[in-house]
């Protein structure tokens, strides 16, 4: 639902419940009033209890006037409190993680005290937007029977809503929106009968069976929003009447109902109605024609895998249409122009096709048209031009991704100089980035990636001073990229440009005029210096600079702040140099990739909520125990560590047990001695294992039997001795590799191996084994038939990671000589 309707909403019910009593409410002069002592001392008690981070209560002292404190207002004539705001503000900006992090450190939190009932005359109480995590809905708020405006959504309280709220009888609205409450019945609503907005979305409502006929009793209420509540089912016909209802959201409640049931239709006062995300079948019913009050129609993410209803095209008072993600067929017709107070549509994620009617660009009150993943099979200067005539003028948004379009972008995408956000992801674009595109002063985000541009990057890109987000990977652009292509790009905070053949080019002591958060440039020239200006970028969270040619040091002020990053990837570089030992680096990544560089010296610490990290390819040298044995008794999250092809030496220290989310574990190629430690049976999720090209010795631990998940054992070239473990053939059922080569093993083949009906690669060559080949490896089902000297043997393994992991592979010597296979995990 749009943010102007809420926004309408809240002001129309702060003045319907306070402005006749306060006319003065906006006004910032003195008041003739001063507030009631014991409603100070209230709200004093009130935020004793109150943690306030951002100390934004600083104007509540004893020695003031409550009635000038931040967040209250008192009445004009009498002085008592009526209005108190104790709420957090997310801005339209809090979708970066910057602005999301301060919105949330700004929250108030802690608890709250009873003192609220000495405000006797309080009529309007909002405490939305904070984190009261592991607080129940105070009881007694249902006794300030004063209340007519309680607002705690979004606050974090959890358990169940308390039935006292029920006492309430003058509330005119309520929200308690919000992930944690739960409500097993909402007989106490039946209290509330002047009750006009209700909103319980996110609420567990799985066992209140009773909600419709309670509800649809309150005959004063105009909005109610009941969203992804796990509602189980609408009753084919309500208890009460429905009949001043003027806004409806049943959304994302996956309803077991097929069809939309009929009474629905029958509310003639419906402004908006949203119907999203439940699963419903079958064409959008005629039945909706009659609902000729609607402005707001939200049906997305369903199954109406019909054409789109002519009828629907004469909905001329319609402001909001969202049909995405449907299935829907056919075209859209040239009738769309009827819809002339269209404001937004979005036809996205269905199977429609034909060309994009030209009629859609005499929407001249259009905003937003959202049309990706469909089949237009279409040049993309056709769209603009159909769109370039008084909607050129208006047009906000354009989201085109996924659409099958084709040909070049032209000069006329200039002409929509007030696009915030342009979308044109997974095409088929093709050409020159055209100047025009540097017309556009209000883009906000700009995403071109997957497409087949050529040419350089246009130098005024540099002139988008409000763009935020800009994504052009994955296309053909070559050429310098240079300080002025981003000289006023001030509010930058993601890039994504990786997969082009660009060269930046900047001045040593060049300091971008964005902190950006998001970067990634893979494949891009920095080299070969380190690019210095990276040390001033303080909100970076994510970093991939793999694959850039930069032979250099990494400067101890990258590795001071690199505490702030959640991703990092220097993979692929000539880096050199040691990682500072400590203080302790990475804190809060979640994935770390150095490989393939020159690093030398001891491992770097890491923190316990790393979940990949890949170290691979270096010259680290030294015990691992530091690594592995760091704050030994703390749970660790990592799930991928691969420290092969490094000078690593020493025993594999004993202390795994508190590694069990470990999946993937490579100390191949290195110089580790002794045996595989008992603690690796703590490895229950392990399932790839590569020991091979080491000097460990000793028998096979009995220990990886508790490691039945494996899918991948080498322990190739080592100096294991002793028999083949015939547990492996019934511990580790899901083995597709298995590789013993090169050891000192002994006696027969135990046939328990032919069990392993995955299999796809056994190699115990170079052994001391004896006796014939068990006649049972017919059973070898999964062995690989491929003509494998053509290198085209892969393995899939499964994995809880597989948006992050890099590349695992598998080591097979045929005719002699050693070939890696590799999936992508």
Not at 61 to 84: E, F, K, P
Not at 173 to 188: F, R
Not at 257 to 270: H, K, M, Q, S
Not at 498 to 516: A, C, E, M, Y
Request: aromatic residues 10%; negative net charge.
């Amino acid at each position: 639902m749009d943010s102007s309707l809420g926004s309408i909403r809240l002001i129309f019910l702060g003045l319907l419940i306070i402005a006749s009593i306060h006319p003065n409410f906006f006004c910032s002069g003195d008041y003739e009033v001063h507030c009631i002592k014991s409603e100070q001392h209230a709200l004093l008690k009130f935020k004793q209890h109150l943690k306030d981070p951002l100390n934004r209560l600083a104007s509540w002292a004893s020695d003031g006037d409550c009635c000038q404190w931040a967040g209250v207002v008192c009445h004009n004539v009498t002085a008592c409190l009526i209005l108190l705001v104790v709420e957090n503000f997310l801005t339209d900006d809090g979708q970066h993680e910057v602005q999301y992090e301060a919105y949330v450190q700004s929250m108030f939190g802690g608890k709250i005290n009873p003192s609220l009932l000495d405000l006797k005359h309080l009529n309007y109480l909002d405490l939305s937007n904070n984190d009261f995590s592991g607080t129940p809905i105070p009881k007694f708020l249902g006794s300030i029977g004063s209340l007519r405006y309680l607002n705690l959504s979004n606050a974090r309280f959890v358990g169940v809503i308390p039935h006292q709220l029920g006492n309430l009888s003058n509330l005119y609205y309520l929200d308690l929106q919000g992930y944690g409450l739960y409500a097993n019945n909402l007989q106490w609503l039946s209290g509330l009968p002047s009750l006009q907005h209700l909103d319980m979305s996110h609420v567990n409502l799985r066992k209140a069976s009773d909600w419709l006929q309670v509800t649809s009793k309150l005959m004063s209420l105009l909005e109610f929003r009941l969203s992804d509540c796990e509602l189980r089912f609408i009753p084919s016909t309500p208890n009460g009447n429905f009949s001043f209802l003027v806004s409806l959201d049943l959304s994302g409640n996956f309803f077991e109902n097929t069809f939309i049931p009929l009474w629905i239709f029958g509310l003639p006062n419906l402004v908006s109605f949203d119907l999203s995300d439940n699963g419903f079948q079958g064409p959008i019913l005629d039945d909706l024609q009659n609902m000729t009050s609607l402005k707001h129609l939200y049906l997305s993410g369903n199954h109406f895998n019909h054409q789109i209803p002519i009828w629907l095209y004469s909905f001329s008072h319609l402001k909001f249409l969202d049909l995405h993600s449907n299935n829907l067929q056919g075209t859209i017709s040239s009738a769309i122009e009827n819809l002339t107070s269209a404001i937004s549509i979005d036809f996205s994620y269905n199977e429609l096709g034909g060309k994009v009617p030209r009629s859609l660009g005499n929407l001249c009150n259009l905003r937003e048209i959202k049309l990706s993943s469909n089949k237009w099979s279409q040049e993309i200067s056709e769209i603009l031009e159909s769109l370039s005539g008084c909607l050129s003028e208006k047009l906000e948004i354009l989201e085109l991704t996924d659409a099958q379009l084709l040909g070049h972008l032209t000069g006329e995408l200039g002409m929509f100089k007030n696009l915030v956000k342009l979308t044109f992801v997974y095409n088929s674009i093709s050409g020159p980035i055209p100047m025009s595109l540097g017309n556009l002063s209000s883009l906000r985000v700009l995403d071109l990636a997957n497409n087949q541009f050529k040419g350089s990057l246009p130098q005024n890109f540099g002139q988008l001073s409000k763009l935020e987000t800009l994504f052009i990977e994955s296309n053909m652009l070559e050429g310098v990229v240079s300080e002025v292509h981003f000289s006023n790009l001030t509010r930058l905070i993601e890039l994504f440009a990786f997969g082009n053949r660009l060269t930046l080019k900047v001045s040593h002591d060049w300091i971008p005029p964005f902190q950006i958060e998001e970067l990634n440039l893979q494949s891009w020239n920095l080299g070969p210096k380190f690019p210095q200006w990276l040390c001033s970028q303080r909100n970076l969270r994510r970093l991939d600079i793999s694959n850039t040619g930069v032979l250099d040091v990494v400067p101890l002020s990258f590795w001071d702040s690199s505490s702030q990053f959640e991703y990092l990837n220097l993979a692929n570089n000539l880096f050199h140099g040691e990682i500072p030992y400590c203080p302790m680096i990475l804190s809060t990544s979640s994935v770390i990739d150095l490989s393939s560089n020159h690093f030398n010296g001891p491992l770097p610490c890491i923190s316990s909520n790393v979940i990949v990290l890949d170290l691979s390819n270096n010259s680290f040298s030294g015990s691992i125990s530091h690594l592995l044995c760091f704050k030994v008794n703390e749970p660790k999250q990592l799930g991928f560590l691969n420290l092969e092809k490094n000078h690593l030496s020493g025993k594999i220290p004993n202390c795994w047990t508190k590694w069990k989310k470990l999946e993937f574990l490579n100390l191949g190629n290195n110089n580790f001695t002794g045996n595989i430690p008992a603690s690796i049976r703590s490895l229950t999720l392990l399932k790839s294992l590569r020991l091979h090209n080491n000097k460990l010795s000793g028998k096979l631990q009995s220990s990886l039997k508790n490691c039945e998940k494996l899918e991948n054992i080498d322990v190739a070239e080592n100096e294991f001795f002793g028999s083949i473990p015939s547990w492996i053939g019934h511990k580790c059922s899901s083995l597709m590799i298995l590789n013993l080569r090169s050891n000192n093993f002994h006696g027969h083949i135990p046939e328990e191996l032919c069990a392993l009906t995955s299999l796809q690669i056994l190699d115990l060559s170079h052994n001391k084994l004896s006796g014939s080949m068990p006649t049972c490896v017919k059973n070898f089902s999964a062995m690989a038939t491929k003509n494998i000297s053509n290198h085209d043997m892969s393995f899939r393994f499964t994995s809880s990671y597989d948006e992050i992991l890099p590349r695992e592979s598998a080591l097979l010597v045929i005719k002699g000589r050693i070939f890696e296979y590799s999936t992508i995990l």
